[in-house]
């Protein structure tokens, strides 16, 4: 027979067990290349700034969420989309760093949420290699992976978990036409 007690700790190692498998999924699935959805969205519709086709949320679809990205390598495979960080641009507000606008002109990405690691990158450089060049971009915002489809993410859905969402000089600096649409890339920290 079960007492209380036992029934306690029963149920307290359940929870902890619980615990610690969703957040091992997390690093494990990580470690181990794979990044699984953490949830999914539905869409809602709203006014999406087009600009550089630019994704739109379709109401009632299901967008999958990632808290996670694939891990990181000394040349990490990602996508590079491109994304104005102007005022009024597809970009949405002001960069998530330092609350500010940036021009197109300027070097300048949003990583998606694993790889922008809660702010960690803020303001750094990473190296982006593409069409036999390289250049250096600073990290100014999150292409976040888990929110969207509201005004804050211009009613665009979640990012995917291996964006680069890079800023037209830096498509210009790596000899790639904007127009491309989405781009395979490495890119590592500087």
Request: include cysteine; proline fraction near 6%; glycine fraction near 10%.
């Amino acid at each position: 027979m079960v007492n209380s007690h036992q029934l306690a700790s029963l149920f307290l190692l359940v929870i902890a067990f619980a615990s610690l498998n969703l957040c091992s999924c997390f690093h494990y699935s990580s470690l181990l290349g794979e990044c699984s959805p953490s949830g999914y969205l539905r869409g809602k519709a709203g006014h999406c700034n087009k600009e550089h086709d630019s994704d739109c949320c379709k109401p009632g679809k299901m967008y999958p969420q990632y808290r996670c990205s694939p891990p990181l390598t000394g040349d990490t495979r990602a996508t590079m989309t491109i994304n104005s960080f102007a005022k009024g641009g597809d970009g949405g507000g002001p960069s998530e760093c330092d609350n500010k606008y940036h021009s197109d002109d300027e070097l300048v990405v949003a990583l998606s949420t694993g790889w922008y690691s809660h702010g960690s990158r803020c303001l750094k450089n990473v190296r982006i290699h593409a069409n036999g060049n390289s250049v250096l971009a600073k990290v100014v915002d999150e292409c976040d992976s888990v929110n969207g489809c509201d005004t804050d993410h211009d009613f665009q859905p979640p990012c995917p978990n291996n964006v680069v969402d890079a800023s037209p000089a830096v498509w210009k600096a790596l000899g790639i036409p904007g127009s491309v649409g989405d781009y395979d890339i490495t890119w590592s920290d500087e």
